[in-house]
């Protein structure tokens, strides 16, 4: 064989081994594993910064394999969504009261979204319904009717939490590069939510007192 037969054909090996590999990525490639490498660009580079393109490179595999797993981005980013979500739970009963165990609760949440720069604007402007996981809804429901909430009171924290601690985790979020939140910020937001469950204690007891009333 002449040095341009071998060379072709070495080329032509080469290129079936690259499909090989191309093929095999496509095939390992998954909700979940696009859910992981999109998480460690925003990690790294922040929400503004993911495109689909970038994914797909990051992954390996062409724009069209990521698209058919996951076929927008705004699908992408509530994937992503649920699964920090997804990464915290409940405090278990022995934990405290329903008030400590919703602290450490929105306390632990803000620890992990804070660590995705830019998701916190994403989560706070698109409806929970498509981004606040069902079991996890049910479980704070769950916790804030076994303390003795009505329904309207239970709600109206809800909303009011997600907002307060929406916002503080915005303003604790540091850019890609650069995660110190600013001096006490921490400090403040635990605070805060101190004042908002003594409200909430407050909002309590004239539920109790109202269907006292009513037996």
Partial sequence: MSNDGRVRARRRAADATAGRRAEARVERLSELSIVNAACEIIQDVGVECLTMRRLSDELGVALGATYHHVPTRHALLRLVALQLYASVSMPPPDAGDW??????????????????????????????????????????????????????????????????????????????????????????????????????????EADRGRRRKRT
């Fill in 99 to 204: 008030a400590t165990r919703l602290k450490q609760l929105m306390i632990e949440l803000s620890e992990v979204v804070k660590s995705y720069p830019g998701m916190i604007d994403f989560m706070m402007t698109t409806s929970g319904d498509e981004v606040f996981p069902k079991q996890l809804n049910r479980e704070v429901r769950t916790l804030l009717a076994e303390a003795g909430f009505g329904e309207r009171s239970t709600v109206t924290l809800m909303s009011l939490l997600f907002f307060y601690c929406g916002g503080m985790t915005r303003a604790m979020s540091g850019s890609p590069g650069n995660t110190a939140p600013p001096p006490k910020a921490k400090a403040v937001f635990e605070d805060g939510l101190d004042v908002l469950l003594d409200g909430a204690r407050a909002r309590l």
